[in-house]
């Protein structure tokens, strides 16, 4: 037996998905979730999904009812509403702290394009058979009976149509799922993205999981039947007891179960090794030694370290001993014959199929007592078929199958058991997303939609433009303040050389932060030539609005970029720079306003905390700015006397030069907004101690994503007279980091951790 400590080695890994709704509110039977989903979706999502299968149906020209569908067209607005859909979900989600709500959503989009496809079918054969009707009423015999076998085809290839058009449409909703899942990382994290292959699951659009020509299509030939020479329980019990043995503690073991039978095993581990199978890499790791002989001959020709080729070696070693058991046990159960079949017959089956199905096909080659049915089957169905079918093919395959060496048999066994893995998590992935979206109920009700939305349990997903967030309340608001030195010497050198400052600040400094406010969902409180004060708002039941913080702190490293360029001309005119220091304040509540005469004037605590914020203490920066400091802003706590305490207006003195200053309040707002990732980084170039990163990514409104490092400090208390520390105090500080070496750092050490 192999001990676990060997299987460590080999490093494999479990699959597992969940798809859970039990902190949801259920619906108005108690029993399902009511779920409303856009009507503009489901009308576009109807009408696409029709044409698709009049396209995938082949209809000739008399059938077809848009003739001049431009499908790039109507692929591109089918995924943009599905993005805005899928976006909507996700911000709910957020704005709930509910990630399920988000599960919810994309379970109820697959229950409704599954059955969507369905309904269009049937839609499209009802159209087929108007048009049919009306050419019987203008006695078109000979075009009417051309149609009738025309439909009749369809209907026959009903599945087939219905795979493609489900594999298609899928296709597209996958693409909008990549993109939405930069929003679902950046408010969850990456373990809140569910994996793709459950949307692609080919058995979530063939109706059945089971059709041979399907599995052979997808997978590989598969039974469900007893009498199948390969049947899937069968092979499921045996795999699984082969690897809960592996991993059963020795102790555990009767030594006779240990060396004579793996059909046996404890319930505990089933549930963990079946997350093993279902991970399709695992099959190479167990048991490709195939792969990791090749691997070992280029390590050897290289020359490679020795320990990493004597590891390669033990791997190659503990592979082989498990796929010679498992091809023992497999042998035993009378199966291989039927796994090399499998792959074998893949040539000639098709001569034979229809009229027998895969699976009879395969019995012939390998079950000897079904031959003699199979023949007398074949000669039944040479008057209808009108051709005969010769049993030469079937002969040969069967001596193929019988040449077969020993080691191309290991070799189709691993091959065989890989596409039997893809196929039982797919499988596992259908049932749990058919048990998932029978709990909902997408509901196109008056009745039920009213009386579930009165009673706060339906869950509606909707478009952007449905959601009239600027008549809704302020429920939130953050403050940007930037506080502009400078500005005056510039003006007076300007006016000396008679040149027009206001253009110049308009031009280069104003109009350019004015641009991209939008992109933040930004509005403008104030500006003058020594002060930027800009505001973002949130709104009641309004989620894809609520990354006010996050925006506002991509709005000012963006205000820096452009003070940055806008220096860079004064440089070339020889003008004096311009100066910012930068504050964030928020505040969990509406601001106050009130008119003077036509103009609105706001009054909120979060433009006091902005305020002091940006602002820069002129002996903090005399001190410092003969240093070169790696960062742009900070904070410290001078040791006061009861004598120069009076001289102080605050406890904290502050440094701000070209920095972003974010409240703590902020940065815990910030926290519920997007995921954060906690860094302790040690980057000795830019100071000994490590430092303390927040890091995460936020969408702006056009939907692109930027990513924000905050660094986290202590407030120390130094000695007034030269700044020495005496102690750290409890207190904390945030900056937004405008580094280039943390920057680059932090996405190291994120692309690293994934």
């Not at 992935?429 to 979206?437: H, T």
Request: hydrophobic share 40%; proline share 4%; glycine share 4%.
């Amino acid at each position: 037996m192999v001990s676990p400590a060997e299987l460590n080695q080999l490093q494999i890994e479990s699959y597992s998905v969940e798809l859970p709704f039990d902190r949801l509110n259920l619906g108005v039977d108690n029993v399902r979730y009511d779920v409303f989903i856009s009507a503009e979706f489901r009308k576009v999502s109807e009408q696409y999904i029709f044409e698709l299968i009049m396209k995938y149906a082949e209809v000739s020209e008399s059938l077809i009812l848009n003739p001049d569908v431009n499908w790039f067209k109507e692929t591109s607005e089918f995924q943009r509403l599905c993005t805005e859909i899928l976006t909507d979900s996700v911000n709910k989600a957020k704005a709930q702290q509910e990630i399920q709500i988000d599960f919810l959503a994309q379970t109820a989009m697959v229950k409704f394009l599954t059955e969507e496809i369905q309904q269009q079918y049937e839609e499209a054969i009802q159209h087929c058979k108007n048009v049919i009707r009306r050419q019987e009423i203008s006695h078109l015999m000979e075009a009417t009976l051309k149609l009738r076998e025309e439909v009749a085809s369809i209907i026959q290839r009903k599945n087939q149509i219905l795979r493609k058009v489900g594999a298609e449409l899928f296709e597209y909703f996958i693409e909008v799922q990549q993109e939405v899942n930069n929003l679902r990382a950046a408010n969850f994290g990456e373990n809140a993205i569910l994996p793709e292959e459950l949307f692609s699951n080919p058995i979530l659009h063939a109706g059945t999981g089971s059709d041979g020509f399907f599995m052979m299509e997808k997978y590989v030939l598969l039974g469900h039947r007893l009498e199948d020479p390969v049947n899937y329980n069968a092979l499921i019990n045996l795999l699984t007891g082969f690897l809960s043995q592996l991993d059963t503690p020795p102790e555990l073991l009767a030594d006779d179960e240990a060396q004579t039978s793996f059909k046996t095993y404890k319930t505990p581990y089933q549930v963990k090794v079946d997350g093993w199978i279902r991970q399709v890499d695992n099959i190479d790791k167990l048991f490709n030694y195939f792969q990791t002989q090749e691997t070992l001959k280029e390590l050897k020709k290289r020359y490679a370290d020795p320990q990493k080729i004597q590891i390669e070696k033990d791997t190659f070693l503990l592979q082989k001993k498990l796929l010679n058991q498992f091809f023992g046990l497999i042998s035993k159960e009378n199966m291989m014959g039927g796994v090399v079949a499998a792959y074998v017959m893949n040539p000639m089956f098709h001569k034979y199929c229809p009229p027998l199905s895969p699976q009879e096909c395969l019995q012939y080659l390998v079950v000897p007592k079904a031959r003699k049915n199979t023949i007398r089957k074949l000669k039944r169905f040479n008057k209808y078929f009108g051709k005969s079918f010769p049993l030469y093919s079937l002969k040969n395959t069967i001596r193929r199958i019988w040449w077969t060496s020993r080691v191309s048999r290991k070799k189709l066994l691993i091959r065989f058991l890989r596409d039997f893995s893809a196929y039982h998590r797919d499988m596992k992935n259908f049932l749990l997303i058919k048990e998932a979206s029978d709990c909902i109920n997408v509901t196109t009700d008056e009745k039920i939609i009213n009386l579930s939305r009165g009673n706060h349990s339906l869950y509606e997903f909707i478009l952007s433009h449905e959601d009239l967030f600027d008549k809704k309340p302020i429920t939130h608001h953050v403050v940007i303040k930037a506080d502009v030195r400078g500005s005056t010497a510039i003006v007076d050198q300007m006016k000396s050389k008679n040149l027009n400052p206001a253009s110049n600040f308009s031009l280069n400094l104003f109009d350019p932060i004015g641009k991209i406010l939008s992109q933040y969902g930004a509005l403008k409180v104030f500006i003058e030539g020594d002060a930027i004060i800009l505001s973002i708002f949130e709104y009641q039941d309004s989620p894809g609005r609520g990354y006010s913080v996050a925006r506002a702190c991509g709005l000012a490293l963006n205000i820096l970029m452009i003070v940055r360029a806008y220096n860079q001309r004064n440089r070339k005119s020889r003008l004096p720079r311009l100066e910012l220091g930068i504050g964030i304040g928020y505040a969990g509540s509406p601001p106050t306003f009130f008119y003077d005469e036509d103009n609105q004037i706001m009054i909120s605590p979060a433009i006091n905390d902005a305020d002091r914020l940006s602002r820069c203490d002129k002996s903090l920066r005399e001190q410092l700015s003969r240093q070169r400091l790696p960062f742009n802003v900070y904070e410290i706590q001078p040791k006061l006397d009861p004598d120069t305490m009076v001289l102080f207006n605050s406890k904290v003195l502050r440094y701000n030069v070209k920095g972003i200053a974010l409240s703590p309040g902020g940065f815990r707002k910030l926290s519920r907004e997007i995921h954060l990732e906690k860094l302790e980084c040690l980057i000795p170039e830019i100071q000994p101690e490590p430092l303390t990163l927040y890091t995460g990514k936020f969408p702006t409104v056009a939907g692109n994503y930027q990513r924000l490092v905050i660094r986290e400090a202590l407030i120390p208390e130094v000695a007034l007279k030269d700044l020495s520390m005496i102690r750290q105090t409890e207190n904390a500080y945030y900056e937004v980091s405008t580094n280039q070496s943390v920057y680059t750092r932090v996405k190291e050490q994120v692309k690293a951790d994934k």
